[in-house]
Nanobody, 114 residues
Framework: QVQLVESGGGLVQAGGSLKLTCTAS???????MGWYRQAPGKQRALVAS???????NYADAVKGRFTVSRDNAKNTVYLQMNSLKVEDTAVYYC?????????WGQGTQVTVSS
């Protein structure tokens, strides 16, 4: 059973920063890892992803402000979020693609106040 445990969400003022962390409990090689978010009334959408070879992909809305990274030895993915905007408010979900399966964390709330 693979579990993804997230931490680092919270309340921050616009212009501030937060760092999300997600650790996967697995003995298998993790291919892609990343972060999705879901705002109220909207569908879950990709924020950023990173491959096992450190290739990254970002949503246009966060390019230049967010940075995704990973530590393969720790099965951990990070999301550094800078210059946060009110519209970044959402539940952020960690994602990992392992073998042929997709796994999700429980979600962590990020709230950006004006």
């Amino acid at each position: 059973q693979v579990q993804l445990v997230e931490s680092g969400g919270g309340l921050v003022q616009a212009g501030g920063s937060l760092k999300l962390t997600c650790t996967a409990s697995t003995i298998f090689t993790i291919r892609d890892m990343g972060w999705y978010r879901q705002a109220p009334g909207k569908q879950r959408a990709l924020v950023a992803s990173i491959s096992s070879g450190d290739s990254t992909n970002y949503a246009d809305a966060v390019k230049g402000r967010f940075t995704v990274s990973r530590d393969n030895a720790k099965n951990t993915v990070y999301l550094q979020m800078n210059s946060l905007k009110v519209e970044d408010t959402a539940v952020y979900y960690c994602h990992a693609h392992i073998a042929t399966y997709d796994y999700w964390g429980q979600g962590t709330q990020v709230t950006v106040s004006s």
